[in-house]
């Protein structure tokens, strides 16, 4: 079962997360703690990342770059979702995979993570 780690500091969209995949055959991990994602990769092994951007006092563009430096982590997929601009610098500036803009359809979201945990899918 794949795993999935995702990380938002509103709860609400967690559980929307949580309910959306595992009801699509996902093993979910979900957090409101961004500080903590370094000790969450190294427990739970995601095999893709769900962040957002606006968390608190966090920037989740500068989690997903440190993210990427983490060695053990270079090839795991990270999908930034957001309604913030600055998304569509995520995967130029800061090694995202993809990005989803807020609000998401459901069906989009599903399939983009179906595609980037797909064999044939490459991580940059």
Do not use: W
């Not at 093993?27 to 903590?36: E, G």
């Not at 610098?89 to 595609?115: R, S």
């Amino acid at each position: 079962m794949k795993r999935i780690l995702c990380v938002d500091d509103d709860q609400e969209i967690l559980d929307i997360y949580e309910i959306i995949l595992l009801s699509e055959g996902y093993s979910v991990k979900t957090s409101i703690f961004p500080v903590d994602i370094l000790q969450l990769i190294l427990e739970f092994e995601p095999d893709l990342i769900i962040l957002d951007i606006n968390m608190n006092e966090i920037n989740g563009l500068e989690v997903c770059r440190e993210v990427r430096s983490y060695i053990s982590n270079e090839h795991t997929p990270v999908i930034m979702i957001s309604s913030d601009e600055s998304i569509h610098t995520a995967v130029c500036d800061f090694g995202a995979t993809a990005i989803i803009l807020k609000p998401f359809q459901i069906d989009h979201l599903t399939e983009t993570v179906k595609y980037h945990l797909s064999p044939s899918a490459t991580v940059s």
